[in-house]
Nanobody
Framework: QEQLVESGGGSVQAGGSLRLSCAASGFSYTPACMAWFRQVPGKEREGVARTGGGITTYADSVKGRFTISEDSSRMTVYLQMSSLKPEDSATYYC??????????????????WGQGTQVTVSS
């Protein structure tokens, strides 16, 4: 059974850094894309960063501060977050897609999800 497990969340002061990790297991194939989303209670989940097929895309709100990367197996994805702001506080979710449409979409093409990890940035 496919599974995504996130780690690395926590609390940090504004301006600090955190690195999130997501390990994929149970897949019989390499996902077409892996991505990070985040959600704040009462708001819609938003795409933060995605990578697949050599294409990396970031939300405007994190460009220049966050970096998504994969290990050589492409089954572990990382999100290096720097210059964190209080508005980056959210539950961060790892996601994977089995369709190449993920290279141009944040939406329902992502069909595998982790359980989420909390990131809290204090001012």
């Amino acid at each position: 059974q496919e599974q995504l497990v996130e780690s690395g969340g926590g609390s940090v002061q504004a301006g600090g850094s955190l690195r999130l990790s997501c390990a994929a297991s149970g897949f019989s194939y390499t996902p077409a894309c892996m991505a990070w989303f985040r959600q704040v209670p009462g708001k819609e989940r938003e795409g933060v960063a995605r990578t697949g097929g050599g294409i990396t895309t970031y939300a405007d709100s994190v460009k220049g501060r966050f970096t998504i990367s994969e290990d050589s197996s492409r089954m572990t994805v990382y999100l290096q977050m720097s210059s964190l702001k209080p508005e980056d506080s959210a539950t961060y979710y790892c996601a994977a897609s089995d369709t190449l449409r993920c290279q141009s979409s944040w939406g329902s093409v992502f069909n595998y999800w982790g359980q989420g990890t909390q990131v809290t940035v204090s001012s």
